[in-house]
T-cell receptor, first 118, second 110 residues
Framework: GAVVSQHPSRVICKSGTSVKIECRSL??????MFWYRQFPKQSLMLMAT?????????EQGVEKDKFLINHASLTLSTLTVTSAHPEDSSFYIC??????????????FGPGTRLTVL | QKEVEQDPGPLSVPEGAIVSLNCTYS??????FMWYRQYSRKGPELLMY????GNKEDGRFTAQVDKSSKYISLFIRDSQPSDSATYLC??????????FGTGTRLTVIP
């Protein structure tokens, strides 16, 4: 099956610093990538939809200036958490949609990045 | 009303049991129906997807969709301890975003 990688898998940082998370589709091209966050024992919450070559679309309540998304190529999207605070500590998961598949079943998830802000 | 409703469980069954996981949805425009499995501290893994009413089988897993009732199910036969995970249903219209259920945490007891 299609593989999506994320880096780093875990990051611990001090409050006020910025953290960048990379998401790559390894064996397919992804025009669209998604960023989710997940709190313990809760489902995935969509943060933003990232389209290659254009600005990301953010869900209501997600600060675009805090969560910067760049989708520079068909295989790479990055999420930068700027001036991170302890409440940003969460599990961040990216997902990539295989452009060859028109409908459902073509969205694959990365392994997630656990962010801890001290 | 949420787009997708899923009983969060938790659900505990003995090894070898048949597991039934269910979701309901509200929008009849949804076309694609998926089940993801998520192990603790990992990303979701696509298990099955279907786009029509009826059953789809893959090994010990059977996905069932009833569009008239807006009801989807995942059945796991001969459940194994390795099946212990959170199972998320997800639905989609065309190229739009996925709507996820809250997930059901399953534990299969040896």
């Amino acid at each position: 099956g299609a593989v999506v990688s994320q880096h780093p898998s875990r990051v611990i940082c001090k409050s006020g610093t910025s953290v960048k998370i990379e998401c790559r589709s390894l064996d397919f091209q992804a025009t669209t990538m998604f960023w989710y966050r997940q709190f313990p024992k809760q489902s995935l919450m969509l943060m933003a939809t990232s389209n290659e070559g254009s600005k990301a679309t953010y869900e209501q309540g997600v600060e675009k200036d805090k969560f910067l998304i760049n989708h520079a190529s068909l295989t790479l999207s990055t999420l930068t958490v700027t001036s991170a605070h302890p409440e940003d500590s969460s599990f961040y998961i990216c997902s990539a949609r295989d452009t060859r598949l028109a409908g459902g079943g073509g969205q694959y998830f990365g392994p997630g990045t656990r962010l801890t802000v001290l | 009303q949420k787009e997708v409703e899923q009983d969060p469980g938790p659900l505990s069954v003995p090894e070898g049991a048949i597991v039934s996981l269910n979701c309901t949805y509200s929008n009849s425009a949804f076309q694609y129906f998926m089940w993801y499995r998520q192990y603790s501290r990992k990303g979701p893994e696509l298990l099955m997807y279907t786009y029509s009413s009826g059953n789809k089988e893959d090994g010990r897993f059977t996905a069932q969709v009833d569009k008239s009732s807006k009801y989807i199910s995942l059945f796991i036969r001969d459940s194994q301890p390795s099946d212990s995970a959170t199972y998320l249903c997800a639905i989609q219209t065309g190229a739009n975003n996925l709507f996820f259920g809250t997930g059901t945490r399953l534990t299969v007891i040896p």
